[in-house]
């Protein structure tokens, strides 16, 4: 069946520094990847989006990237600050019946 | 705006009993969705409402849970009797348009079931 795998599952970084987490999904039809925080006692909410005709969307510090050939696409954080520290869950628009697939999560830990 | 509201946000229950969750939508958002996560794992899809119709349940998991949504304003997601395995956290979240799946879902807080 269709699958988004997601890693790491855990990722400490210093503030400052960047951070990138990678998404893999299996469904060569897919062709909307969001990408949502989730921070601590809130529910997921949309940072940012993809679609599969562009390989690169950037907002202030956050990035996505996408390979659609190796059906990969990753969030890349620049300058780390506390506030970013969260769950981040990536997605997948899947081909048969439409509804979003998503990764297991990535906490994200932000170290002063 | 009130975004999306969900109750409660935690409830503890015995394998056996029953548990309902209720989900308020934002005000105007015709499509309603239900996720569950178990510890640590993916967010998965139950089911999708366009206003009081069950566009898709393809992701319930069996016949001990039933969704509704009367009138096409609050849905709830009766678990009956609920299981072990049921324990997690469900997630509602709204959306104004469908988008063919394209659109921003609004996330409520969840609701943590335990089931012991």
């Known amino acids: 069946g269709e699958n988004v795998e997601q890693h790491p599952s855990t990722l400490s970084v210093q503030e400052g520094d960047s951070a990138v987490i990678k998404c893999t999904y299996s469904?060569?039809?897919?062709?909307?990847f969001p990408w949502y925080k989730q921070e601590l006692g809130k529910g997921p909410q949309l940072i940012i989006d993809i679609r599969s005709n562009v390989g690169e969307k950037k907002d202030q510090r956050i990035a996505v990237t996408l390979n659609k050939t190796a059906k990969h696409f990753s969030l890349h954080i620049t300058e780390t600050q506390p506030e970013d520290s969260a769950v981040y869950f990536c997605a997948a628009k899947g081909s048969s019946n439409y509804q979003l697939i998503w990764g297991a999560g990535t906490k994200l830990i932000i170290k002063p | 705006e009130a975004g999306v509201t969900q109750f409660p946000s935690h409830s503890v229950i015995e394998k056996g009993q029953t548990v309902t969750l209720r989900c308020d939508p934002i005000?105007?958002?015709?499509?309603l969705y239900w996720y569950r996560r178990v510890m640590g794992k993916e967010i998965k899809f139950l089911l999708h409402f366009v206003k009081e119709s069950k566009q898709d349940e393809s992701g319930m998991p069996n016949n001990r849970f039933l969704a509704e949504r009367t009138g096409g304003t609050y849905s709830t997601l009766k678990v009956q009797p609920a299981e072990l395995e049921d324990s997690g956290v469900y997630f509602c979240?709204?959306?104004?348009?469908?988008?063919?799946?394209?659109?921003?879902?609004?996330f409520g807080e969840g609701s943590r079931l335990t089931v012991l």
């Open positions: 469904d060569s039809a897919s062709n909307y």
């Open positions: 005000s105007g958002h015709d499509n």
């Open positions: 979240a709204s959306s104004q348009d469908w988008s063919g799946g394209n659109g921003e879902l609004f």
